[in-house]
């Protein structure tokens, strides 16, 4: 599918090869992100085509799928490239050069440390796997090598680590299935803050009648806990499903209405393997988003340990 369409449309299929969207997995309330007042499987439920809603789905089988991402995300160049990379629009990640000296060691059997940070919110959920690395080092790194080996999460909750300095690292209870994911049994776990409670996801408004562009209006239930009070004027209406911690909400943007306002990353711990063969291995995060037809890949270099 296409970029960020809200809702998949017939072109959108057709670039996609004619492909059916996989039947919706994830149904409940506790691990739905997005549109939570529509009954899973209705009309209404337009997030069901939606990665998020058969974890792990959308890619198999296309060879276009880079499973560390593209640069912009976009064929055409028509969203932002790295600044890294700004003239090589769509390069593969896996064809990104190592960085000397960055690579962690981690040993068979341990728990590990991972950490992400969003820069343009878009719901859904996370995963990571590991893929071992052959001769021809990352240029042999696909999905379904990552697919071989998905890390289970070692713990029930996620910490919030503010940059700004503006308050300490805190946990927060952590939403993980490993039911209806892909492969079988692989855990992935809801990104546990909620956007704000209209289609786009942001600048919401109460009373909104443009039939025409009806995505800003804001849904019936606003999801606040008593008392709670909105402070981003691009949230203002309420959210999808209730905050984790009051001021984890919203799209990523700020005060000024641009993306890239969150001050927070989130810390999971991940089980290494027990036995796992010693070598050179590529991390991939993997989010399958709710809101938008898009997955997120990231990679690193690890170094396991007997």
């Known amino acids: 599918m296409q970029g960020k369409d809200l809702y998949p449309t017939a072109e959108d299929l057709r670039l996609a090869g004619d492909c059916e969207p996989a039947a919706a997995t994830i149904n409940s309330d506790e691990l739905r992100s997005y549109n939570l007042g529509a009954a899973a499987g209705s009309s209404d439920d337009w997030t069901q085509v939606m990665p998020w809603r058969a974890p792990g789905t959308a890619g198999l089988g296309n060879p276009d799928f880079n499973p560390c991402g593209r640069n912009s995300g976009d064929k055409t160049g028509a969203l932002p490239p790295s600044t890294a990379y700004p003239n090589?629009?769509?390069?593969?990640?896996?064809?990104?050069?190592p960085v000397a000296g960055t690579a962690a060691t981690w040993k068979a059997g341990s728990t590990q440390e991972v950490e992400y940070g969003i820069y343009a919110h878009h719901a859904g959920g996370v995963s990571y796997r590991l893929c071992k690395l052959g001769d021809d080092g990352m240029a042999g790194v696909t999905e379904d090598c990552f697919q071989q080996t998905p890390l289970d999460f070692a713990s029930d909750n996620t910490t919030v680590k503010y940059h700004?300095?503006?308050?300490?690292?805190?946990q927060i209870a952590a939403t993980t299935t490993a039911e209806g994911t892909y492969p079988k049994g692989s855990q992935w776990r809801k990104i546990p803050v909620p956007m704000c409670n209209c289609d786009y996801g942001t600048m919401?408004?109460?009373g909104w009648d443009n039939k025409k562009q009806d995505g800003w209006k804001a849904y019936d239930d606003d999801h606040l806990h008593p008392g709670q009070k909105l402070t981003s004027p691009a949230c203002t209406t309420g959210v999808q499903f209730e905050t984790a911690w009051d001021d984890g909400y919203g799209a990523g943007m700020g005060d000024d209405l641009k993306y890239g306002e969150f001050q927070w990353t989130l810390i999971d711990e991940v089980q290494v393997p027990e036995g796992l063969a010693p070598g050179a291995y590529a991390l991939s995060w993997r989010w399958d988003c709710e809101q938008t037809p898009q997955v997120w890949n990231s990679c690193a270099d690890v170094t396991v340990v007997a």
């Open 88 to 97: 090589d629009v769509n390069m593969p990640g896996t064809e990104l050069p």
């Open 204 to 206: 919401c408004k109460n």
């Open 164 to 170: 700004d300095g503006s308050r300490d690292p805190f």
